[in-house]
């Protein structure tokens, strides 16, 4: 009486079913298939190491909007591919790894970066650590102090 | 032994801890519950259009140019690709609103002709011109994070919303209020 009904099932079905469902789950992300980037720099790396290495750098820190908890060298996600093809393609061109962090920020926000700016928002990030230092050297050398008078 | 005595403490002091405590916990439990945003918004709104000009998708149609957005009048785009499912949700919202005179144009993002063909056979087409942004450089310049997003442009070619995901039948007026104020 209080077995479940699915302990009922003869195992044939059971395995009819779970078949069926692996079936499905195999369909599903197949219909969602998204083009790879072609943008031509998505997968190959650039042909003067300096540059690849100055692109990879910034690459490393700039944020894949899709995925959004690895950064765009990590990332498989198609327009991950796209943005690193862009970064490549203006670092091949002589532009600054700066610059084209200013670019993408300017369209996303600073969310886009790992690295974090400072601005009018972020300083007291800044800002609070240094004065919480300088308030512990403060009250640690009033203490040693007094410690050495006793 | 000595008669240096440390400075008393206000009586309510010992109670500080626990409340940095439960306040501490408050916010992480605000940060838990409240659904988090993970939409990225473009920071483009209220600016103009970047200029970029796109090939055409589809063999015997106009590619995009964005020097056609300034033209007087408020436009639609439309960012979208045959193998993005939302994409199938809205194309009857897109239908509708082309059949209300809203002019749509759409940028097809990473996709192939072939695919491109049969989505609006089976799903119907409502743009004007569709430019083929196959690198995605497009969408990155727009600021656009993911497909379907849409965008109203006023007729000066200055970005004025921008709709992230499907536009679901209850987004229309939003939509048609949203192209009306873009026309003044």
């Not at chain 1, 910034?58 to 909007?65: F, G, N």
């Not at chain 2, 589809?58 to 690709?81: C, E, M």
Request: a neutral charge.
């Amino acid at each position: 009486m209080s077995s479940l009904p699915v302990s009922r099932l003869p195992v044939s079905r059971l395995i009819v079913v779970i078949v069926a469902a692996l079936g499905l789950l195999s369909v599903v992300p197949a219909m969602a298939q998204e083009e790879q980037s072609t943008a031509p720099y998505a997968y190959r790396q650039l042909e003067d190491p300096a540059k690849e290495e100055k692109a990879q750098s910034l690459m490393e820190t700039l944020r894949c909007l899709q995925c959004q908890g690895q950064s765009i060298a990590d990332s498989d996600a198609p327009i991950a591919g796209s943005m690193r093809s862009l970064v490549r393609e203006r670092i091949a061109a002589g532009e600054d790894p700066e610059a084209i962090r200013s670019w993408l920020i300017e369209r996303y926000g600073d969310y886009v970066s790992y690295a974090p700016q400072l601005t009018s928002l972020t300083w007291p990030l800044f800002a609070v650590p240094a004065f919480l230092i300088l308030l512990a050297v403060l009250l640690l050398r009033r203490r040693f102090r007094r410690g050495g008078e006793q | 032994m000595s008669e240096q005595t440390p400075p008393k403490a206000p009586r309510w002091a010992i109670w500080l801890p626990l409340a940095l405590f439960v306040a501490f916990v408050a916010l992480v439990m605000i940060g838990l519950y409240r659904p988090a945003d993970r939409n990225v918004a473009s920071t483009l709104v209220g600016k103009p259009m970047p200029e970029f000009q796109l090939p055409p998708a589809l063999p015997g149609r106009p590619g995009l140019d964005s020097r056609q957005f300034a033209n007087g009048s408020p436009h639609l785009v439309n960012i979208f690709a045959s193998w993005c499912l939302p994409c199938r949700v809205e194309a009857p919202q897109l239908a509708a609103l082309a059949k209300a005179g809203v002019p749509i144009e759409g940028i097809s993002v990473r996709d192939t002709t072939e695919a491109l063909q049969g989505f609006l056979a089976e799903h119907g087409d409502p743009f004007q011109r569709i430019g083929a942004d196959d690198d995605g450089k497009v969408q990155l310049a727009l600021g656009s994070s993911g497909v379907p997003e849409t965008y109203v442009i006023d007729g000066k070619g200055v970005i004025r919303y921008q709709h992230i995901g499907e536009i679901r039948p209850e987004h229309i007026p939003m939509i048609l209020d949203k192209l009306k104020e873009a026309a003044q």
